[in-house]
């Protein structure tokens, strides 16, 4: 009987513990670092501050560390009008210093993160969709077990995104998103036809479930299904951040 139980002690004492600290313990934020779309008139692509502002607050005061990646790295830019928790976020938590200074897709460690979200504004649907290197990102944070929170147009950031497999990642989710109905009665891109692609049809023919107003009993309504965790518009896009949280804990 005392075999086995040296052989117990020496399983305890030299097998290595998986700690805390051998977690991924970050999430990664994509930003863009578009500022117009490439028009005469120069229609701005810039970042939403108030889909990528609030999010961060949110994991700050969670104490979980984050961090940008943008497709060129260095300085991006907002549609700046800082109310609320985007002001406080500005002044007390060093949100610009961060997006002052993001990381360049090569210079992302995956295995630091156990979530990554993209927020709104135009510039995603020009720069980080279809960028391989930040989707090789979404990718493996996903099949590593990580989340995906996304906001508003933040949604065309991961629609060609595909899995080792081959399969598209947002292929049998439900996913909240900005709708072509919407895109198609606004200026801000000429009726959508500056974008590269909307985000509606593109998911629908990567064979998610596109969700918007006309299906969802609240526009506002976050979504959480297999691991996505999304919303149409801009007002919760920090309910987006916490319900990752809470899926994560």
Do not use: C
């Not at 439900?174 to 593109?202: C, H, M, V, Y």
Request: zero cysteines; aromatic letters at 10%; hydrophobic letters at 40%.
């Amino acid at each position: 009987m005392k075999y086995p139980l040296i052989l117990l002690f020496a399983l305890f004492v030299f097998t290595p513990f998986i700690t805390l600290a051998d977690q991924p313990q970050k999430v990664l934020i994509v930003v863009s670092n578009m500022l117009h779309m490439g028009d005469p008139e120069k229609h701005e692509a810039r970042n939403n501050l108030w889909e990528v502002a609030p999010p961060y607050h949110i994991f700050l005061s969670h104490s979980i560390e984050v961090d940008f990646v943008s497709p060129q790295g260095g300085p991006v830019e907002f549609y700046m009008d800082p109310l609320g928790i985007s002001s406080y976020t500005i002044k007390y938590e060093g949100f610009l210093d961060k997006t002052r200074n993001t990381l360049k897709p090569k210079e992302v460690n995956i295995e630091d993160y156990w979530a990554v979200y993209t927020g709104g504004g135009y510039g995603p649907l020009f720069d980080v969709a279809g960028n391989k290197q930040l989707q090789s990102i979404y990718s493996a944070i996903y099949e590593a077990g990580g989340i995906i929170g996304i906001g508003g147009h933040g949604a065309g950031a991961i629609v060609d995104v595909k899995l080792s497999s081959g399969v598209f990642l947002v292929r049998n989710k439900r996913i909240a998103a900005f709708p072509n109905s919407t895109e198609k009665s606004k200026s801000w891109a000429k009726q959508g036809t500056l974008l590269p692609f909307l985000i509606e049809d593109r998911l629908n023919e990567n064979g998610a479930i596109a969700l918007n107003k006309k299906t969802l009993k609240d526009k506002h309504q976050v979504v959480v299904d297999q691991r996505v965790v999304s919303t149409m518009f801009l007002p919760s896009a920090a309910l987006v951040a916490k319900e990752m949280i809470l899926l994560h804990e």
